[in-house]
């Protein structure tokens, strides 16, 4: 099973970019976790995920999360602006798996 998590400033808009991601899963036939955390939770989350997308408005907390998730050997990057406006969860969940390939 692939374990994915989002973090965003708050964890609110990020939540329904999850769901989609869940039904583009369901609809693959892929085995996933995914949920949603604010970035205060990021340190808690890291060990327990396979990767992490971070929502395009803390992308500013990029370099500082990349530095721990490198650490950890966990990839992570920042979801792309136009599909989380989109709520393309299909074309976010492709992104993640394939950092995780």
Excluded: W
Excluded at 56 to 85: H, L, R, T
């Amino acid at each position: 099973m692939k374990k994915i998590f989002l973090c965003c400033a708050a964890g609110m808009s990020t939540s329904m970019v999850v769901n989609k991601m869940k039904q583009a899963a369901a609809q693959k036939g892929v085995e996933a976790e995914i949920i949603a955390v604010a970035m205060e939770e990021f340190d808690a989350t890291l060990a327990k995920f396979d990767c992490c997308l971070l929502g395009p408005q803390i992308k500013y907390k990029f370099d500082e999360f990349k530095k721990k998730a490198d650490a950890a050997g966990k990839p992570i990057a920042v979801i792309n602006s136009m599909d989380y406006g989109m709520m393309r969860g299909d074309k976010i969940l492709a992104d993640a798996l394939a950092m995780m390939a």
